[in-house]
């Protein structure tokens, strides 16, 4: 997230005249288009009837998410788009903010009735959180953790292209973590299960926010202790040993899955 950005959850008492609106429609995006560019509304306030979620303030200006009606039109010279089409097209701090505010306004969708009793809850302000009036049960916004781990081997990487890519491209391994389980387990896990192999040495990288659903990205580095690569092929279509000069198709800049690859890569030059 950009160093511009400063959350919060309560709004201010003298908003910003302009603001910038992340609306969504489903799980899309209203955008301005200019072309193959396009950009996040800075208007008025609109003055919708959907939930809206107050998310910080970037550069001086509010930032709003805003939960429309599935039949709600885009205005002239805007669209709705996917979030994933996005990837790479919007700023890259308000991609990031967009998968914030998308992640509230579905939490806030899912959750009007309690999971525990079944009656209808309400904000529990000055948390971000849903609370039942009749039971006390809270529910705050779901975040699902998953490791990402890129796997050394002197001057090569393990890299795996995922049966649910949409393109061809070969990506760190990854999965989500189980309960009761530790970081560390999970990252061995993991690797056994995808790909047959022992690993050693893991070591914390970074962590990214994932809004597909919910996710939060934890990103390790591990080194190879043994075994040799056996495909689980429900998930994986092909895992190879990757070095700096035979790279294959590699995700988008804004991905950890990309920062541990240059990471690596980095370290070679």
Not at 41 to 67: N, Q, S, V
Not at 122 to 129: C, G, H, K, L, V
Request: proline share 7%; hydrophobic share 40%.
């Amino acid at each position: 997230m950009s160093e511009r950005f400063e959350p919060a959850v309560a709004h201010p008492e003298r908003p910003s005249e302009r603001a910038w609106w992340f609306a969504f429609r489903g799980s899309e995006l209203l955008v301005e288009e200019n072309g193959a560019a396009a950009s996040v509304p800075c208007l008025p306030d609109p003055a919708t009837t959907g939930p809206r979620h107050y998310l910080g303030r970037l550069d001086e200006l509010d930032c709003w998410a805003l939960g429309l009606d599935e039949t709600a039109g885009a205005p002239a010279g805007s669209a709705f788009r996917g979030l994933r089409a996005l990837y790479g097209v919007l700023e890259e701090g308000h991609w990031a903010l967009a998968g914030r505010a998308f992640q509230i306004v579905e939490w806030e969708r899912t959750h009007r009735f309690c999971g525990r009793c079944g009656n209808e809850t309400e904000d529990a302000t000055p948390e971000r959180a849903r609370r039942c009036p009749a039971c006390g049960h809270l529910a705050f916004p779901r975040l699902s953790p998953a490791v990402i781990v890129l796997v050394r081997r002197g001057e090569e990487m393990l890299l795996a292209r995922g049966r649910a890519f949409a393109t061809p491209l070969y990506s760190a391994l990854a999965g989500f973590v189980d309960p009761g389980e530790s970081l560390e387990e999970a990252v061995a896990r993991e690797i056994k299960e995808e790909v047959g192999i022992e690993v050693t040495a893991i070591r914390y990288f970074g962590s990214q926010s994932w809004p597909f659903p919910h996710s939060l990205m934890i990103g390790f580095t591990a080194d190879y202790a043994g075994g040799e690569i056996a495909v689980d092929e429900t998930e994986i279509v092909d895992a190879r040993w990757f070095t700096a000069e035979n790279l294959p198709d590699l995700p988008g800049k804004l991905s950890i899955a990309r920062a541990l690859v240059d990471a690596f890569l980095g370290e070679r030059r």
